[in-house]
């Protein structure tokens, strides 16, 4: 007896998605928990412990085999809950952007407990095969990124779109990393814009269309999140955390947190101490 099964399948073309990093991380003393962005897609795999990732300000409780899938200019840190030591791997993945059920949101989380086997079993295979580094491990690291791809696929809500990544405006670029390096600094539209070199206006408008929002907005945002981690991991006080962070005072501090999150830096610190289990983060 002789079965034949014929495949005629879309295929993305195999140099469209291309694996750029895969990397292991643990908590420990040389953390550094700062927001960012990546051009590239990526993929938190947590392998043990418990924490929180903190993606475009909104703080995502994370337990062993939840995945958290980040696309191209989302910002997002991790935060690591001490007694429990977050640990996870990651993977960079460029040409593919990961679309969810949600409209206009960057990111999203699975949980992979019911394929903790085959999740875990190919991230560690990607792990051994960079690490080794013997012949044909590109080969084989592309084929284990997309079977992982298609996996995902099969089991949550998602779905793939093979794309290209977008250009950058260069003067948007320069203005935004300037912001995310030096947020705690006195930045006006003005500053920006002579960093930039771009008139003001320009800038304002084109740094809109680029990621959507106002570079004045963008740097409240990038304060309150980082206000956000450090109210969750530190015991500063209000004051100290405001100054910290660039407000000239506790009242627009809590103010413009408020606008942000809907309430108050306190009681957002009560609600993530609530969360958290025994331990500080």
């Not at 809109?208 to 945002?221: A, F, H, N, Q, V």
Request: a negative charge; hydrophobic letters at 35%.
């Amino acid at each position: 007896m002789n079965t034949r099964y014929e495949l005629n399948m879309d295929v993305p073309p195999r140099e469209a998605i291309r694996l750029m990093y895969v990397s292991k991380s643990r908590f420990g003393d040389d953390w550094n928990s700062v927001p960012h962005t990546h051009s590239c897609t990526e993929v938190f795999y947590c392998v043990d412990g418990r924490g929180q990732f903190n993606v475009e300000g909104k703080m995502l409780d994370v337990a062993p085999d939840d995945m958290v899938i980040v696309n191209p200019r989302t910002l997002h840190t991790e935060l690591s809950y001490q007694a429990c030591p977050l640990e996870y791997i990651v993977l960079g993945i460029e040409g593919v952007e990961i679309l969810f059920n949600q409209r206009d949101q960057g990111y999203t989380m699975v949980k992979c407990g019911a394929m903790r086997e085959d999740m875990l079993g190919l991230t560690k295979m990607l792990l051994r095969e960079i690490d080794a580094r013997e012949d044909g491990c590109e080969m084989v690291c592309q084929d284990l990124t997309e079977v992982l791809l298609v996996k995902l696929v099969r089991t949550a809500s998602l779905s793939l779109r093979v794309s290209t990544p977008p250009a950058e405006s260069k003067e948007c670029a320069a203005a935004k990393r300037y912001i995310d390096e030096n947020y705690s600094r006195t930045i006006t539209l003005d500053s920006l814009a002579e960093i930039a070199h771009v008139n003001k206006y320009y800038l304002s408008h084109s740094f809109k269309r680029e990621y959507g929002t106002s570079p004045i907005d963008y740097l409240m945002k990038r304060r309150i999140t980082e206000a956000k981690a450090l109210l969750t991991s530190t015991d500063f006080s209000l004051t100290q955390i405001a100054e910290q962070i660039g407000f000239r005072s506790l009242a627009y501090f809590s103010k413009c947190f408020r606008k942000v999150e809907d309430i108050s830096p306190n009681e957002y610190r009560k609600t993530a101490a609530r969360k958290a289990p025994p331990g500080n983060l």
